[in-house]
T-cell receptor, first 116, second 113 residues
Framework: GENVEQHPSTLSVQEGDSAVIKCTYS??????FPWYKQELGKGPQLIID?????GEKKDQRIAVTLNKTAKHFSLHITETQPEDSAVYFCAARLYLYGGSQGNLIFGKGTKLSVKP | KAGVTQTPRYLIKTRGQQVTLSCSPISGHRSVSWYQQTPGQGLQFLFEYFSETQRNKGNFPGRFSGRQFSNSRSEMNVSTLELGDSALYLC????????????FGPGTRLTVT
């Protein structure tokens, strides 16, 4: 089955710096890669996603890149702010024929701390 | 548009008891998935429901079950609770599945004593 590895497990940056989180996946049939932000006491919040037919996607300070050949994808946060502090999860999803949504396989998470 | 809601938010149960958790998806969403989140295992998929039918299932014992109603609301049930079932149970909804984004609720924190 699919396996997703996420690095680093913790990341500490100064406010204004950039943060990069990397994930690798094992199944080349995976075609959808979302990133979630989870704050304490809350459920994961979808912040950006990318599909296998796209190499890069940006949304303001957040960008995601996908390298299908190497089977890895990354989250880039620029000009980090204290409110970016949270746990970030990457995930991968297989497309199952017949319309069924393959379940998301999550990485173990990265705890990002942005120091003011 | 209201987000995914889950009730109750917190629950304390004793070993051997059973528990039912409820999830109301975003209006118009027909697919509901359930996940278990623990510090050791992370986020793990339990099952997905679409049009009142279980469409996909993860690797959890039969003590974990679920159902979906005609209004897309879903419930999950855990019977004969074990200490290891203590976790945050998350519900996620999407329009139809397949290629749609999943949006999570706040979760139900279950503690088994």
């Amino acid at each position: 089955g699919e396996n997703v590895e996420q690095h680093p497990s913790t990341l500490s940056v100064q406010e204004g710096d950039s943060a990069v989180i990397k994930c690798t996946y094992s199944d080349s049939a995976s075609n959808y890669f979302p990133w979630y932000k989870q704050e304490l006491g809350k459920g994961p919040q979808l912040i950006i996603d990318i599909r296998s037919n796209v190499g890069e996607k940006k949304d303001q300070r957040i960008a995601v890149t996908l390298n299908k050949t190497a089977k890895h994808f990354s989250l880039h946060i620029t000009e980090t702010q204290p409110e970016d502090s949270a746990v970030y999860f990457c995930a991968a999803r297989l497309y199952l024929y017949g319309g069924s949504q393959g379940n998301l396989i999550f990485g173990k998470g990265t705890k990002l701390s942005v120091k003011p | 548009k209201a987000g995914v809601t889950q009730t109750p938010r917190y629950l304390i149960k004793t070993r051997g008891q059973q528990v039912t958790l409820s999830c109301s998806p975003i209006s118009g969403h027909r697919s509901v998935s359930w996940y278990q989140q623990t510090p050791g295992q992370g986020l793990q998929f339990l099952f997905e429901y679409f049009s009142e039918t279980q469409r996909n299932k993860g690797n959890f014992p039969g003590r974990f079950s679920g159902r979906q109603f005609s209004n897309s609301r879903s419930e999950m049930n855990v019977s004969t609770l074990e200490l290891g079932d203590s976790a945050l149970y998350l519900c996620a909804s999407s329009l139809q599945g397949a290629l749609d984004e999943q949006y999570f609720g706040p979760g139900t924190r279950l503690t088994v004593t």
